[in-house]
């Protein structure tokens, strides 16, 4: 017998089931809804009710950057073994998000899950993957990032971390800006500079450093002096261009773009896996 897409719809909202799953079971149960649910039992209701509180704290995060690297989009998958995140389709399923963000630029979580690709929402292609991979599966953090100068994207071995790293303008020597984009990943800064420290981070880390000083035994006001101090190694530990250059302690990671003749860092975006 014909099934009716919106029977198969109906059975998917009942049930958490995929799509296919669904079809199969109404023409196994001649259309039978009840009949179709008994099918599905085992294979997606109970599985789509279970993982719900589970924690999907694997995955794999991954890029994709325009030809002209003007424009780049990373995006977080997860799931709830490692074992899934190796394998190759499930990594695949990440790229092909990254593809439907990076051409439909969705504002917010809410839009990209009602995004489209072939003819499927987005949440209900996770629904799919639910029912298939019998994992909870779904799409954490994403970013996107546009510049009129050069966009470099790096991801870490094991796609647990990506960075974006955007140029005042093209980078000649690639090395130069991977470079960086490493120096992103390994030393996780704030800010590209002091000025783009939010106040509220600053007001916090400057009261710590004044108690400790107060606490040590100095005077209030010699305290509060001596905290600009502490504050300047606090720029040289958080600020990417302030920071001390991996590769080259004795330089900061401005100098270096500097004397290599590269433009400077303008912006950039570190995802790492669960968000930390």
């Avoid at 593809?99 to 917010?108: L, R």
């Avoid at 600009?228 to 040289?236: D, H, I, P, Q, V």
């Amino acid at each position: 017998m014909s099934i009716s897409a919106s029977d198969v719809k109906k059975l998917r909202d009942q049930t958490g089931a995929g799509m296919m799953d669904c079809k199969k079971a109404l023409n196994e149960s001649n259309g039978d809804m009840e009949a179709a649910i008994d099918l599905l039992r085992k294979k997606g209701q109970k599985v789509s009710e279970k993982r719900a509180d589970r924690e999907a704290n694997q995955g794999v995060i991954v890029s994709l950057i325009s030809d002209d690297q003007k424009k780049a989009v990373a995006v977080e998958l997860n799931c709830e073994t490692d074992f899934v995140a190796k394998n190759e389709e499930f990594v695949q399923n990440a790229n092909d998000f990254a593809k439907a963000i990076f051409e439909q630029e969705p504002a917010d979580r809410d839009a990209l899950l009602k995004m489209t690709v072939n003819d499927l929402t987005v949440e209900d292609m996770l629904k799919d993957l639910v029912g298939k991979i019998g994992e909870k599966i779904d799409i954490g953090q994403f970013k996107i990032m546009k510049s009129d100068g050069q966009i470099v994207d790096y991801i870490h071995p094991g796609n647990q971390l990506c960075v974006l790293a955007e140029f005042e303008s093209k980078v000649e020597n690639p090395d130069i800006a991977k470079d960086v984009a490493m120096q992103i990943a390994a030393m996780n800064p704030i800010a590209v500079t002091r000025d783009e420290v939010d106040t509220t981070v600053l007001q916090k880390e400057k009261e710590i450093a004044k108690e400790q000083l107060i606490n040590e035994g100095k005077p209030e006001e010699i305290a509060e002096k001596a905290a600009a101090g502490k504050m300047r190694r606090f720029f040289e530990e958080r600020v990417l261009l302030e920071q001390k250059f991996v590769k080259d302690g004795s330089l900061s990671v401005q100098d270096y773009l500097k004397q290599s003749g590269a433009p400077l860092v303008t912006a950039f975006v570190r995802l790492q896996l669960g968000g930390q």
